[in-house]
């Protein structure tokens, strides 16, 4: 019997191997190069893995934008699709990614909506095909992106399609490959650092940690925001990150804008900008907060594993590559 059980237990390792990719979150992990800058001609498929959305949503000021640039965006019916709260089945949804990433003729993937259910996407069995193509997302969406820069592939964006012009600027602007701007925010902890972008919602990168689409943060200049999570909220999720270790090895940490509702925060408690800082000042590296990025406005957008110096005096973040 106990013979019988070892091999049981070797064979569903076995098959788990085969199933999850070692690459998630792994060192030595090869990364491919980057993909080519988007040029007018340049197909994009939008696809929403999380929450249905309202379908009557209109998309024509975004397509507008992508034609403005040349690039033909296809708005395929299934993203106003609905089933309970997500935006249909997680099979239907990992469909969806599926034939957008593996469709060879598409440039670019635009991930719609928010909410939940990306993360389940990845649970439900979906793999990146072997190939760099760029894609744009945030909020619940970051889970994609994380998981996209695990398996060593470039070209995500943690950014938005949607909302004031000086925002798709600049995501335009890294699909092209143009030079944009430092980001400034408030220095805290002195010094300078350099290496990868790792960029994420905070709360959406905590519930990967353990699985194997984290990715490794060894050199990388970390970037978190947040969305209606009270300070206590917070304060739990960056010492479960501590307790990991995940901030062990990190060069540099940055933070977005942490938004919350102002009663969450009883007299005498941390504030938000409080708790960051308590929670992330004394790991050794430089510090800078309030970088315009995440949810409202501004949203920045900042390119996963482009190398990236942040400078904890002064407060900026900028891109080298």
């Known amino acids: 019997m106990a013979r019988r059980r070892s091999l049981l237990i070797a064979g569903a390792t076995a098959a788990m191997s085969?199933?999850?990719?070692?690459?998630?979150?792994?060192?030595?992990?090869?990364?491919?190069?980057?993909?080519?800058?988007l040029k007018p001609g340049a197909r994009l498929r939008a696809v929403n893995p999380g929450t249905w959305m309202d379908p009557d949503t209109d998309f024509?000021?975004?397509i507008d934008r992508c034609a403005k640039q040349g690039w033909q965006l296809q708005i395929p019916d299934s993203v106003r699709r609905q089933w309970r709260y997500f935006s249909g089945t997680d099979q239907e949804r990992v469909a969806d990614l599926q034939e957008a990433w593996s469709d060879r003729?598409?440039?670019?993937?635009?991930?719609?909506?928010?909410?939940?259910?990306g993360a389940r996407i990845l649970e439900a069995g979906f793999?990146?095909?072997?190939?760099?193509?760029?894609?744009?997302?945030?909020?619940?969406?970051?889970?994609?992106?994380?998981?996209?820069?695990?398996a060593g592939l470039p070209g995500a964006i943690h950014g938005s399609c949607f909302g004031p012009d000086e925002?798709?600027?600049r995501t335009a602007a890294l699909l092209s490959g143009q030079p944009v701007s430092p980001l400034q925010g408030r220095g805290r902890v002195?010094?300078?650092?350099?290496?990868?972008?790792?960029?994420?919602?905070?709360t959406v990168a905590t519930h990967l940690i353990?699985?194997?689409?984290?990715?490794?943060?060894?050199?990388a200049i970390l970037v978190l925001e947040d969305v209606g999570e009270a300070p206590y909220r917070i304060d739990r999720m960056l010492t479960h990150w501590r307790s990991a270790g995940v901030l062990a090895a990190v060069a540099g940490?940055?933070?977005?804008?942490?938004?919350?509702?102002?009663d969450d925060i009883l007299p005498g408690d941390f504030s938000m900008e409080e708790i960051l800082e308590e929670r992330l000042s004394d790991l050794g590296i430089p510090l800078a907060m309030d970088l315009p990025l995440g949810h409202g406005r501004p949203n920045m957008a900042l390119p996963l594993g482009r190398k990236a110096r942040l400078n904890g005096t002064n407060g900026t973040l900028e891109l080298l590559q």
């Open 253 to 262: 940490v940055a933070t977005g804008r942490f938004s919350w509702k102002k």
């Open 105 to 117: 003729s598409i440039d670019g993937v635009l991930y719609l909506g928010g909410g939940w259910g």
């Open 210 to 219: 353990g699985t194997p689409w984290f990715p490794d943060l060894k050199g």
């Open 60 to 62: 024509d000021d975004l």
């Open 127 to 150: 793999r990146f095909p072997r190939r760099p193509l760029w894609s744009v997302g945030f909020s619940d969406s970051s889970s994609l992106l994380l998981a996209q820069w695990a």
């Open 18 to 37: 085969a199933l999850w990719p070692r690459s998630g979150g792994a060192a030595n992990r090869t990364v491919l190069p980057a993909p080519p800058p």
């Open 167 to 169: 925002r798709w600027t």
């Open 190 to 202: 002195r010094g300078l650092a350099q290496g990868p972008l790792v960029v994420s919602n905070l």
